[in-house]
Nanobody
Framework: DVQLQASGGGLVQPGGYLRLSCVVSGFTFDHYSIGWFRQALGKEREEDSCRSADGSTYVGDSVKGRFAISSDIAKNTVYLWMNSLKPEDTAFYYC?????????????????WGQGTLVTVSS
């Protein structure tokens, strides 16, 4: 079974940065995709970034130029680099796996969801 553990969240001031980590087990990087998703209070969960099985990456329009996804396969870890953080980035962030869909990680195919990590952007 695939297991995911996200970490690295915390309180950061606007304009600050964080690096989230997702350690995954029972997962084959070249067979499945892995992505980062956010869910803000009262809002639906949405895809922020994805690393596809072929190594291609996707970054959503709302975070393009500020967020980046990378992976260290030897460490079974995927990172979300978050720069120039804004208060509207405040949310629980989750990593999760999907089957490959181009460079995307569609919500409808997520299985399973990992434990989220809370990012709070506030002064």
């Amino acid at each position: 079974d695939v297991q995911l553990q996200a970490s690295g969240g915390g309180l950061v001031q606007p304009g600050g940065y964080l690096r989230l980590s997702c350690v995954v087990s029972g997962f084959t990087f070249d067979h499945y995709s892995i992505g980062w998703f956010r869910q803000a209070l009262g809002k639906e969960r949405e895809e922020d970034s994805c690393r596809s099985a072929d190594g291609s990456t996707y970054v959503g329009d709302s975070v393009k130029g500020r967020f980046a996804i990378s992976s260290d396969i030897a460490k079974n870890t995927v990172y979300l680099w978050m720069n120039s953080l804004k208060p509207e980035d405040t949310a629980f962030y989750y990593c999760a796996t999907t089957r490959p869909y181009g460079s995307r990680c569609p919500l409808f195919d997520v299985q399973p969801w990992g434990q989220g990590t809370l990012v709070t952007v506030s002064s």
